[in-house]
């Protein structure tokens, strides 16, 4: 059964960095897509970075040159490593994992596999 469990998530100042953790079980990263998400309140979910098990790693354009996603494969886990974070970076953010057999991966595929969420608030 595949699991995926974030954390590292908590309150940081305007400027600060953190460092989010996905640990995932039941699967090998091997012909899976596995992605960063977050949500903002009332708002739809945006998509954040994404990788592939073929070496492709995308950042959206928002955080691009902030936001950093690798893994690694000893730990079955993956990370978002932000910094310069902004008040508008608060969000919950989400892991999670689909099978894919592109090199490419996408955010605007469909995850089938989702993880409960750790929440990030940037304020002062």
């Known amino acids: 059964q595949v699991s995926l469990v974030e954390s590292g998530g908590g309150l940081v100042q305007p400027g600060g960095s953190l460092r989010l953790s996905c640990a995932t079980s039941g699967f090998t990263f091997v012909n899976y897509a596995i992605a960063w998400f977050r949500q903002f309140p009332g708002r739809e979910r945006e998509g954040v970075a994404c990788?592939?098990?073929?070496?492709?790693?995308h950042h959206a354009a928002s955080v691009k040159g902030r936001f950093a996603m690798s893994r690694d494969n000893r730990k079955s886990t993956v990370y978002l490593d932000m910094k310069d974070l902004r008040p508008e970076d608060t969000a919950n953010f989400y892991c999670?994992?689909?099978?894919?057999?592109?090199?490419?991966?996408?955010?605007?595929?469909?995850?089938?596999?989702w993880g409960q969420g750790t929440q990030v608030t940037v304020s002062s």
């Open positions: 990788m592939t098990d073929k070496g492709d790693t």
């Open positions: 999670a994992a689909t099978t894919w057999s592109s090199y490419y991966c996408s955010l605007q595929a469909t995850y089938y596999n």
